[in-house]
């Protein structure tokens, strides 16, 4: 769990993954037909259901870091992750040569099924593209010089055949937004808490401190509420 000076505040946290789990890619599990994903896989990007977290764990932390996006806590770092991959990018990689007419894995489907396609999706990369890196590694190794790549504008040699997936229709994915386009969104200040708005980046009560994480990132503060807006 991250340190209380690396963590993006709670409130904050919140609105993020509010908004990224509204997106229909998000709205079902990366790897099975199970709704409303909460938890996720940070190194490869994705949202997953409660047992299909369940198999990522038994991966080890040193494949993947699977997180809570309501029981953890996050850094800003690792937030980016989520949102620029999410479910549709990383499965147009992962599932890229995946049979046509593939049958996804239910809710029925045992915990010995649910790790054999887990082994053979990110484990083995048995349906990739060849040439092309994975998302969360091309993000987070260009994030670190300072690149910015549009993500959803990738394609990797032709049309993906993970047409099987329940919210797979023909749709262009959504824009993924940085976190201050995410701050910017008026839907992340709380109605009755207009007053207590949140700056992730510019806010003058952003106060980067120094840890021993690695993180270059900074830290999170909520912005103070305006006295002269209360008293309006």
Request: glycine share 6%.
């Amino acid at each position: 769990m991250a340190k209380p000076s690396d963590t993006v505040p709670q409130k904050v946290q919140e609105a993020i993954f509010g908004e990224l789990l509204s997106r229909p890619e998000n709205q079902v599990c990366a790897d099975c037909t199970n709704k409303g994903p909460t938890w996720v896989s940070i190194d490869y990007g994705v949202f997953l259901c409660m047992r299909c977290s369940g198999v990522h764990r038994q991966l080890g932390p040193h494949i993947t870091r699977v997180r809570s996006t309501k029981l953890d806590s996050w850094k800003k770092e690792n937030i980016e992750i989520l949102a620029a991959v999410g479910n549709k990018l990383a499965n147009d990689y992962y599932e890229f040569k995946l049979p046509k007419g593939f049958s996804r894995l239910d809710s029925s489907a045992s915990m010995t099924q649910c790790r054999k396609f887990v082994d053979e999706k990110y484990v083995n990369k048995k349906y990739v593209p060849k040439g092309y890196p994975e998302p969360v590694k091309e993000f987070v190794e260009n994030r670190a010089k300072g690149v910015t790549v549009d993500l959803n504008s990738k394609n990797y040699g032709g049309e993906s055949s993970t047409t099987t997936h329940p919210l797979n229709k023909p749709m262009l994915r959504k824009k993924s937004l940085s976190l201050e386009d995410l701050q910017a969104k008026k839907e992340l200040t709380p109605k009755k808490q207009a007053v207590q708005e949140v700056d992730f980046l510019s806010s003058d009560d952003y106060v980067p401190q120094s840890s021993n994480n690695n993180d270059d990132f900074g830290d999170f503060n909520e912005a103070k509420p305006d006295p002269q807006a209360q008293k309006k």
